[in-house]
T-cell receptor, first 113, second 111 residues
Framework: KAGVTQTPRYLIKTRGQQVTLSCSPISGHRSVSWYQQTPGQGLQFLFEYFSETQRNKGNFPGRFSGRQFSNSRSEMNVSTLELGDSALYLC????????????FGAGSRLTVL | GENVEQHPSTLSVQEGDSAVIKCTYSDSASNYFPWYKQELGKRPQLIIDIRSNVGEKKDQRIAVTLNKTAKHFSLHITETQPEDSAVYFCAASRGNNDMRFGAGTRLTVKP
């Protein structure tokens, strides 16, 4: 059974640009959550998607958005990138909304110059 | 919102000794408490979890205890091995996937 797949694994952008990250959950998992990991702030919840609907949202500005497709794959987008957006973005899938047992992907490491 | 504090931030033990990591949470509605292990350059992996209707759970060398009254939970690793060296994160949630994570504990097991 394939795990959680995130693409791209690494990317470099400049301030003001936008970026789209992709996440394919474990087959059969319907919930996808996104987390930002930085040395200073640790692991912070961005949002959760289930059945193509955002179910929960963390405390991030509106520049951070996401969506989920009918096959449960999810994308997150960050617009008008800032230096502070440099981080490891982790996607986690779980069987259902509220199932709690999260399986993380390897992450997308974003560097903003 | 939920606030999770984790101590210590670093922990160094000799191989074979026990390691204990403690977390406190603020939201009394939290009912799910997982622990994740993250090795250098790798993804966080769930190692054990506990729900609020249980006080203790064990899985081989790993155990977690939960004190709902005091709002704290702890990870216990016995007979530590060098491969236990990693960063460990505790988390708390209200039953959704909005996990609030502790800041992490870097555990080093010296051979």
């Amino acid at each position: 059974k394939a795990g959680v797949t995130q693409t791209p694994r690494y990317l470099i952008k400049t301030r003001g640009q936008q970026v789209t990250l992709s996440c394919s959950p474990i087959s059969g998992h319907r919930s996808v959550s996104w987390y930002q990991q930085t040395p200073g702030q640790g692991l912070q919840f961005l949002f959760e998607y289930f059945s193509e609907t955002q179910r929960n949202k963390g405390n991030f500005p509106g520049r951070f958005s996401g969506r989920q497709f009918s096959n449960s794959r999810s994308e997150m987008n960050v617009s008008t990138l800032e230096l502070g957006d440099s981080a490891l973005y982790l996607c986690a899938s779980s069987l259902n909304f509220g199932a709690n047992v999260l399986t993380f992907g390897a992450g997308s490491r974003l560097t903003v110059l | 919102g939920e606030n999770v504090e984790q101590h210590p931030s670093t922990l160094s033990v000799q191989e074979g000794d026990s390691a204990v990591i403690k977390c406190t949470y603020s939201d009394s509605a939290s009912n799910y408490f997982p622990w994740y292990k993250q090795e250098l350059g790798k993804r966080p992996q769930l190692i054990i979890d506990i729900r609020s209707n249980v006080g203790e759970k064990k899985d081989q060398r790993i155990a977690v205890t939960l004190n709902k009254t005091a709002k704290h939970f702890s990870l216990h690793i016995t007979e530590t091995q060098p491969e236990d060296s990693a960063v460990y994160f505790c988390a708390a949630s209200r039953g959704n996937n909005d996990m609030r994570f502790g800041a992490g504990t870097r555990l080093t097991v010296k051979p």
